[in-house]
């Protein structure tokens, strides 16, 4: 698959030279320092010729850093386009167009919260939100249609209640638990998310640092912008990594990928599911948008499946037709476990214990795929007691992911049954926003909110939890409550009440 | 029916002629360069005298053309009103009052989005309020009374999660269905919505277009801009259209227009059984009232039922003693199915199968009509069971309409039983904002969605959607929550929690 | 009961003479041109002595006016009291306080939209707010704690959905019906509200001729601004109207007004059961205060029982003794059908029953009384079924009241098992914005949304109307949603999507 | 436990010989005129040595003073290390930084309402958060987490409504009830909070005369700045209070603390199960934050856990293993009834009677410790069906508290089974604005709302409350609704109703 630059090369191009190819007819560009000729790659791009086209004759290194692991121009160009070195003193520095935005972000950026001020993993967030680029925070942030599944996936914890145990010796606190058969600090995992370079140029290897300073296993993703091997490197001896796998329409390369992290050493396969085709966000697609389109003329409405965001660029290689009947092959092709990420229905769990895999994630992909599909922690509240009525619970580990950002969050999905949940978009703010000092410090608030809630609810252990410590009834068939529209008449005419007043002056 | 003008005319009228009978004493219009004398017809108006006086002795085409279709004076006026043309050079030119509202849309309209800025039905609506003329917005958006059930309508999707099934081969995807027999490729239809000209000059053959570029069946409406037979001539050969029907009280005209329809080749008639009279909108009202009434003194509360908005004026000939007795009559004068629109409870699907009809649309007229009545979405959840229970459903096909705006929401409604669904206003938004490129786009739109959401469902054809597949028990018996107002005081005195501030200088 | 005046006097009063007595030592007041010593009167004010003293030695029509009927100074200052006329133009003028706020208040009064631009009851209060005078405003709006039964009363409409049937003759509607033998327009009356001349100088007489016109029942107040015989008076020859009655301590009092209302020829006798003590409503208390007491310096906390808003003022003769036990009597001394206003539990109306009274209100008192009590509304639709159940449902008329604004909600009543529904405040604000044309134009927009609406839901007649036309699920049991709090942190940080974005600039 | 100094001092220190010692090397601080070194004591503050540091060799007693009580210094700070008093009059004034919104705070103040604006409780509150000083307002007002509980807490009554009676004798009413014997006039006491003196100099010792002046029981907290004896030496005469207890690790502290009040005459030990650890409040941890941080440079995340708060610093002591088996030795060093505060599930209160306690309070602390614990009064409608069904409704006094604002909360505590109610912050809140008038006007308000509800609901007395006079529904089992999140672009695009709009100009 690794096609080597061929070209031997005496003195380096220079940026005239480059520039003169600047149209679809002929189409160089530069790639950190290096040239190369995408001229007849243009209709094959899954992002769409349009935004290489943008960089036509010029350096493309800052767009296309994040969004390509180190290793894509060797896999996918052939060696004969590879030009050789560019003399980067000859090439003409780009005038930035002045953006606005930008300068206020940049603004934003030196007044920042110092780090101590996030108390909480949504502060992180708020944080992102203010100092992030545009169109990373819009890559990030984003989920399916109207995002009701996205927000839906915190608001279902609220459903929850709890039924807090008291005079409970809680003097010593111990929530570590094992995730097939690895020891890990607490009951949560780094998720997988594609694209962490958009947020911090060094990219996933944070989280594998962030990961080991506190004993959880990091999943690692198939988009992620660091190399997969990258990836590994980054982690320390003895130290558990997972991968999360989109599985290829060519099923070699997909047995060259599993076989390889086996042999790096790979805890765990977890296969997406519920992705045979990667979501629409439009909060990414209108910021893209924004991005490239908003000056040139409408063009009547074609070329809608173009230029959708980041993602759905760069997975056009995924397989739509993957079903459960690939599943025993890839038992033939591994001993890790395999794990099924994304499972939605008490029948596909049932079926994924039938076709003997080692576990499940209850999820909906971070609400960013199918609109309306319910949260993990629901269908865990659905799947559980039929697991439990068939003496089926102990033949699996189920995992759930989405909306969690409280231990209370993880403490509910471990008494209803889970055996830990996945934490994913959190990590990328604080990456974005702090580094690595920032994922510390957010695994590190979880565990002392996890600390204080175990105590608080009575259980001094992670065995200590159960169905029976929490009140789930507003969740399971009475939870889908969507309000009937206000009469904005009544509400307008109605003159709210209103506290004392201020006298008006002394 | 038809009154040719009989008049013969050597020269042309002038202006000044014309404006000598600007009173109700004798009142001439002007209607494209022709002119009308009006003085007997004035108490006959459907719309009112008034709106006619306004224009006595004046140029009325521009306000005359979107409420009427062409043929509307040589159907209603004797010939001998028909005066002959007027040499418009003598006309003398309106002094526009200059409106700051219609400068600050005249403004809007330069700024507006380009076509590929709209992602999703809802952003069509978003630039027509922007750009359509306040009284077309206000006569295409508003709903009855407290516009309750007109935005339930929408909502009611959000009550119904997905089950989605995961591992299933989507690679090939066919969404097409059939419709009383006609292929179409995706199971929605364009509904019937009145006044299309209101929005764009061209008005409903713009959608004629874009259902056969979609190859998908168009539903004229009886109360059209265009001409029957202009939206007839519309159509290519071979492209199926339906017939919206609402019936006269003279059974004569209705019994032309059912034979003409035929005639025509008409697939479909769907009778209009939920406007037996058609309902106060007072949005559109008291656009109406600022258009001609805000200047004028008050009156003492009388002309309560005039000037009502657009469509109340020219509804007057529906006929309100239409029972389920006259069924039989259509089924005698026509071979076309009989389709029941605007169905509203279990009991009259069951009635309607015993009376032999084609099909029903479980549908609240786009919460025009009775507020709070139910959206079509719940009937539907309702009456599916039941006509399985009683082994009816293969007896008679059911469609729903109102609200739809997702792909996801089709697929909900064809899950729960339903053939198909209209979809109406969101055309419309898109025609008045972008014409027919507009109509292009949004059918396109809901093509990629659906195809999206079908994959990530599950389901490879429209033959796998089953009940099984969604979860509405948030719909149906628990659905029409409307929460315990809030006490104003105690929110007013809560002090939200706030995330990290930035500092307030470097 | 009635103490003439016996002062004969030969010259009037003057100004100078009357303001000598300016203290709680001697206090004399002015009063439509008369002077009052009101000394001895002071601690017996039933409004505190403190309103007396801020026009003691000065004239005080205009606070006085609205809220005592005319007769009061006869009724409750013994003759010796009343000192005689005064010559109104010695009396110095008081230099009004520049009140900004009524400043504001008059440039809206004459900038107010007319008549004709309200089209519904909501539109009225809408009005009203903007141009009553603030201390009226809040008296006639305020509700009793949270006002959340006040709000609960029109929000509990909402949660009733119509299941309309279609394919009925409609052509013909007739929504009269009868109560208690008295044939009506329409199944509503105007029930009783106090102190009509707050918003109106003319007070409840008008009213009375927008219940003659429409040919609907008055319930007159007891707590009316106009004397009881001025509006039997101001009725026509043949008009029915009602009496409302608060029982007063001393039963002969009660038992002369009761025995003057059948010789006036009332037809309804509406004891009022749900206030032994009048409501705090502190929007009525915040405004008085307002008024008052800002410019004062804090007094510790004392005199929290005075002053508390216009209605406790004049209500303190109201028997809280009152019982079950003197229904007989009240058999005893009249002939009029007697009705409980004010029964809000199942238990309570078989009591009614039993006790053999001819109807009973479901009423809250407007949710001025008792909060979280439930809605009218909702207890007929606890109540009905088990009348029925017991074959009772012939053996009393049954009334709601409370948050009636619509059609709609008047079918839902009849549906649900009402004889009919009372309405009061919509009246009293078309009444102050506009008088008896007000009064007459919301009479109209009812009666116009009643025939639109009978014909929408298919019920030709009252008699059409039944329990299977309306799905009330949402009511009974589940219908008392109160949303758990939303967490504001998650909300804060969520960035909502948005729609296609103008261009910044050309 | 007492060391008394032991320094014997000729003359006093002077300023600049305290301001030496102004490092963590040596390390003295000045408070109420006396000087200590506290050097070795800086590693075992349980607020951390941060906040000594910042005044190391100055004068530290306006941050000492509130939070800790008068006795502090002499209990845990060796004889030795009291150094004597300093002459103030060379102690250099500290140049006090210009804090803008403390500026505001005291304009704010000079405006605030006078007392009589007060209508209700929430009001005080209202004025409290605008004269409070923002770190006191942020200790009192604080929740846990997202502060969910603490909404929910008062949220959860508005789910129950009134059953009303009416036509019942409620002329006189007597809402007075006892509690373990005490007989009180209103079914509430005043609770335990902690550091009073935050809000009012003089601390709980307000509180103790309110209580006195409305013959109600108080509460005394662990936590007060006052000392225990101080406030029972504000007590009068045969004047009731109760203690509340945090247990000490050391048991014989304990010990010491419940012989002592038994000794002072306390009627009740309430001993608080639902605090092993103190909560994390995250708007104080802000606001503390804010005060001390906010110009500091980020440290990389350590520390997370000092500085959270005034309660967690002076918390440490709380002894986390504290269980089930500890209650036997209570019963044995005490005669005083034994009550558990803060019990939130049936089978912790079938385990209270087991043990033979007297009394237990379902509480969640406020909602100040575990976020989605249950309300108070949610837990009771639970327990109380339960124990009656089991007989053991009279084996026990049960008691909540939290977001009891209103007397009809208090009735419909009652009326489901308590035999009282607990009310903290809104006394706080009177007593940080108003002092002893304010608690005296808060408690007035109170038993002015108790009066005329009582009346209301048809209750003459507390023996007259009982669960049929109320509708709980909402809140067992259905009563956690979180609704579905709303599609913002749905929302967005929707255009609202409006009323009239104001004419333009005349």
């Given at each position: 698959?690794?096609?080597?630059?061929?070209?031997?090369?005496?003195?380096?191009?220079?940026?005239?030279?480059?520039?003169?190819?600047?149209?679809?007819?002929?189409?160089?560009?530069?790639?950190?320092?290096?040239?190369?000729?995408?001229t007849?790659?243009?209709?094959?791009?899954?992002?769409?010729p349009?935004?290489?086209?943008?960089?036509?004759?010029?350096?493309?290194?800052?767009?296309?850093?994040?969004?390509?692991?180190?290793?894509?121009?060797?896999?996918?160009?052939?060696?004969?386009?590879?030009?050789?070195?560019?003399?980067?003193?000859?090439?003409?520095?780009?005038?930035?167009?002045e953006?606005?935005?930008?300068?206020?972000r940049?603004?934003?950026?030196?007044?920042?919260?110092?780090?101590?001020?996030?108390?909480?993993?949504?502060?992180?967030?708020?944080?992102?939100?203010?100092?992030?680029?545009?169109?990373?925070?819009?890559?990030?942030?984003?989920?399916?249609?109207?995002?009701?599944?996205?927000?839906?996936?915190?608001?279902?914890?609220?459903?929850?209640?709890?039924?807090?145990?008291?005079?409970?010796?809680?003097?010593?606190?111990?929530?570590?638990?094992?995730?097939?058969?690895?020891?890990?600090?607490?009951?949560?995992?780094?998720?997988?998310?594609?694209?962490?370079?958009?947020?911090?140029?060094?990219?996933?290897?944070?989280l594998?640092?962030?990961?080991?300073?506190?004993?959880?296993?990091?999943?690692?993703?198939?988009?992620?912008?660091?190399?997969?091997?990258?990836?590994?490197?980054?982690?320390?001896?003895?130290?558990?990594?997972?991968?999360?796998?989109y599985v290829?329409?060519?099923?070699?390369?997909?047995?060259?990928?599993?076989?390889?992290?086996?042999?790096?050493?790979?805890?765990?396969?977890?296969?997406?599911?519920?992705?045979?085709?990667?979501?629409?966000?439009?909060?990414?697609?209108?910021?893209?948008?924004?991005?490239?389109?908003?000056?040139?003329?409408?063009?009547?409405?074609?070329?809608?499946?173009?230029?959708?965001?980041?993602?759905?660029?760069?997975?056009?290689?995924?397989?739509?037709?993957?079903?459960?009947?690939?599943?025993?092959?890839?038992?033939?092709?591994?001993?890790?476990?395999?794990?099924?990420?994304?499972?939605?229905r008490?029948?596909?769990?049932?079926?994924?214990?039938?076709?003997?895999?080692?576990?499940v994630?209850?999820?909906?992909?971070?609400?960013?795929?199918?609109?309306?599909?319910?949260?993990?922690?629901?269908?865990?509240?659905?799947?559980?007691?039929?697991?439990?009525?068939?003496?089926?619970?102990?033949?699996?580990?189920?995992?759930?992911?989405g909306?969690?950002?409280?231990?209370?969050?993880?403490?509910?999905?471990?008494?209803?049954?889970?055996?830990g949940?996945?934490?994913?978009?959190?990590?990328?703010?604080?990456?974005?926003a702090?580094?690595?000092?920032?994922?510390?410090?957010?695994?590190?608030?979880?565990?002392?909110?996890?600390?204080?809630?175990m105590?608080?609810?009575?259980?001094?252990?992670?065995?200590?939890?159960?169905?029976?410590?929490?009140?789930?009834?507003?969740?399971?068939?009475?939870?889908?409550?969507?309000?009937?529209?206000?009469?904005?008449?009544?509400l307008?005419?109605?003159?709210s009440?209103?506290?004392?007043?201020?006298?008006?002056?002394?």
């Amino acid at each position: 698959m690794n096609h080597k630059s061929t070209n031997t090369q005496s003195k380096k191009l220079t940026g005239a030279e480059v520039a003169k190819h600047n149209s679809r007819e002929s189409c160089w560009v530069i790639v950190h320092n290096k040239a190369y000729d995408v001229t007849e790659f243009l209709p094959e791009h899954p992002g769409g010729p349009k935004i290489i086209l943008k960089y036509a004759g010029k350096d493309a290194t800052e767009e296309y850093e994040p969004i390509h692991p180190p290793d894509t121009l060797d896999k996918y160009l052939d060696g004969s386009k590879h030009l050789g070195e560019v003399d980067m003193n000859t090439v003409e520095k780009e005038q930035k167009v002045e953006d606005p935005d930008e300068e206020d972000r940049l603004k934003r950026v030196e007044r920042m919260p110092i780090l101590e001020q996030c108390f909480n993993l949504m502060d992180f967030e708020a944080v992102a939100r203010q100092v992030m680029k545009k169109s990373a925070w819009a890559y990030y942030s984003s989920g399916a249609d109207d995002e009701i599944t996205m927000r839906e996936n915190h608001t279902a914890f609220h459903k929850i209640w709890f039924r807090p145990r008291v005079l409970v010796d809680v003097e010593k606190i111990d929530f570590s638990t094992t995730m097939f058969g690895t020891k890990v600090d607490i009951p949560f995992y780094v998720t997988a998310t594609a694209l962490g370079k958009l947020g911090n140029p060094e990219g996933e290897v944070i989280l594998t640092r962030g990961a080991k300073k506190h004993n959880l296993i990091q999943m690692i993703p198939t988009l992620a912008s660091c190399s997969f091997d990258e990836i590994c490197d980054a982690a320390e001896p003895g130290q558990v990594q997972w991968l999360q796998l989109y599985v290829n329409k060519d099923r070699k390369i997909t047995q060259g990928i599993v076989e390889h992290a086996e042999k790096r050493g790979i805890k765990g396969l977890f296969i997406t599911v519920d992705a045979p085709q990667l979501g629409r966000r439009e909060k990414d697609m209108r910021s893209k948008f924004q991005d490239v389109g908003s000056s040139v003329q409408s063009t009547g409405g074609h070329d809608v499946d173009r230029s959708q965001g980041a993602a759905r660029a760069i997975s056009s290689f995924i397989d739509p037709s993957l079903s459960w009947k690939d599943i025993p092959w890839f038992k033939e092709i591994t001993t890790m476990p395999i794990i099924l990420k994304g499972v939605q229905r008490v029948e596909d769990v049932l079926k994924a214990i039938e076709y003997g895999v080692q576990g499940v994630v209850l999820s909906n992909h971070g609400g960013r795929q199918l609109d309306t599909a319910p949260s993990g922690i629901e269908i865990l509240a659905e799947v559980m007691p039929i697991l439990r009525a068939q003496g089926l619970q102990d033949k699996i580990e189920i995992y759930i992911d989405g909306g969690v950002r409280r231990a209370t969050d993880i403490i509910k999905a471990v008494c209803l049954g889970a055996k830990g949940v996945g934490i994913g978009r959190p990590f990328l703010y604080a990456m974005s926003a702090y580094g690595l000092p920032g994922v510390d410090h957010a695994m590190s608030l979880l565990k002392a909110e996890m600390e204080m809630n175990m105590r608080l609810i009575g259980a001094a252990s992670i065995a200590d939890l159960n169905p029976n410590m929490v009140d789930a009834r507003g969740l399971v068939g009475h939870g889908h409550v969507q309000t009937v529209p206000a009469d904005t008449l009544g509400l307008t005419v109605y003159d709210s009440l209103k506290g004392p007043q201020e006298k008006s002056k002394l």
